[in-house]
Structures are given as C-alpha cells and as structure tokens.
C-alpha cells in the first residue's frame, strides 16, 4: 500500500504561455518532507492521427527546441480555453498544420504524457475520409507533411526513430484496432 503524501505548500516558481512551474514540499508518512517539481499545463491538448483513404497515414516534421531536433509526429496543439472541446482543438490542429479536412473524426485514446511530475492530457482523435487543402500555419510554426504506412511507421517506433508518446500511442492504438 502507497503511505500517505501530504502537500505542504505549493510555490509558483514560473509563469509562462501555456506552462506553470511549481516548487511542491510534500510530507511523507514518516514525516519527512522533499521538494518535488510540479509543471502544470494549463490547457491541456488534443492530436488527431489521419488515415488517408490508402491506409496511409499523414505525419509532421517539425523542429522541437526541448531535443534540438526535428520530430515526425500527428498533428496536435493545446486547446484555445478549457471549456474547448478537445475533438474541436483536434479537427482545428489537423486543417491547421497539415491542410487536409476530415468527413470522419472519432475517439481513439487518452493520455498523461509525463506523469512524473506534469499534468498535461492529450485526447488522441482519428480522422478519416480526408480531403486535402491548405495549411494555416501560426506565424512561429515551420511543418513539413510527410505520407507513411502504418508499417513503416511502426518500423520508425521500434528503431526508436519516432519517440513522442503521443505519436506512439496513436499509432500503436490504431495499429491494434485495425487488426
């Protein structure tokens, strides 16, 4: 059984665009006390895997300045307010970044991204019966839309070539239902 955690105080350390960080002095059982870090998404977010009627899936590379790298990832961003519905955050990501339209977007997953010491939650969204446009990018985003099976992709997981949990949850969850 996990003893009892108390939360002394909680010190609001950084405030930024959609991030706050927290310095947490938890007491254990025991009654000894530690400092934890706390990071708190105040939004929360929404990605939405597309399935192109091939079975081909769309994927963005964009840079990430946290890896100092370019990811391949699905489409996804926080939601506008915390009452946005996150299929509407979802549907708005995918037009967004890669300009294709979905006719069918329905529910995949949900998941914690780092529950160590974050509270982000990203509701992960199917989208199929694609129609392509045009992007909309925000000023600051720079994406590339690249089109893989879901083969190659899976491949790209186990290389360790594709790391970001939610992309990784989405397709091994799409992988398992399609089977």
Same mark, same amino acid.
């Given at each position: 059984?996990?003893?009892?955690?108390?939360?002394?105080?909680?010190?609001?350390?950084? =405030? /930024?665009?959609?991030?706050?960080?927290?310095?947490? &002095?938890?007491?254990?059982?025991? /009654?000894?006390?530690?400092?934890?870090?706390?990071?708190?998404?105040?939004?929360?977010?929404?990605?939405?895997?597309?399935?192109?009627?091939? /079975?081909?899936?769309?994927?963005?590379?964009?840079?990430?300045?946290?890896?100092?790298?370019?990811?391949?990832?699905?489409?996804?961003?926080?939601?506008?307010?915390? &009452?946005?519905?996150?299929?509407?955050?979802?549907?708005?990501?995918?037009?967004?970044?890669?300009?294709?339209?979905?006719?069918?977007?329905?529910?995949?997953?949900?998941?914690? &991204? &780092?529950?160590?010491?974050?509270?982000?939650?990203?509701?992960?969204?199917?989208?199929?019966?694609?129609?392509?446009?045009?992007?909309?990018?925000?000023?600051?985003?720079?994406?590339?839309?690249?089109?893989?099976?879901?083969?190659?992709?899976?491949?790209?997981?186990?290389?360790?070539?594709?790391?970001?949990?939610?992309?990784?949850?989405?397709?091994?969850?799409?992988?398992? =239902?399609?089977?």
């Amino acid at each position: 059984m996990i003893d009892k955690m108390e939360r002394l105080n909680r010190e609001l350390v950084y =405030k /930024g665009a959609i991030l706050d960080i927290y310095k947490d &002095t938890m007491r254990f059982a025991n /009654g000894k006390t530690e400092e934890w870090d706390f990071v708190s998404h105040r939004m929360g977010a929404a990605a939405i895997l597309p399935v192109l009627p091939d /079975g081909k899936i769309l994927m963005i590379r964009q840079y990430r300045n946290a890896l100092e790298r370019e990811t391949l990832e699905i489409p996804a961003g926080c939601r506008d307010s915390l &009452t946005e519905d996150t299929k509407v955050s979802a549907i708005r990501e995918l037009e967004e970044e890669t300009g294709y339209h979905s006719n069918k977007v329905s529910y995949l997953l949900s998941l914690r &991204t &780092t529950v160590a010491f974050c509270d982000e939650f990203i509701d992960v969204y199917l989208a199929e019966d694609l129609t392509p446009g045009e992007q909309h990018l925000d000023a600051a985003e720079s994406i590339e839309v690249e089109i893989y099976s879901l083969d190659e992709l899976c491949e790209m997981i186990y290389q360790g070539k594709i790391q970001d949990s939610k992309t990784v949850s989405a397709i091994m969850a799409y992988s398992n =239902k399609i089977k």
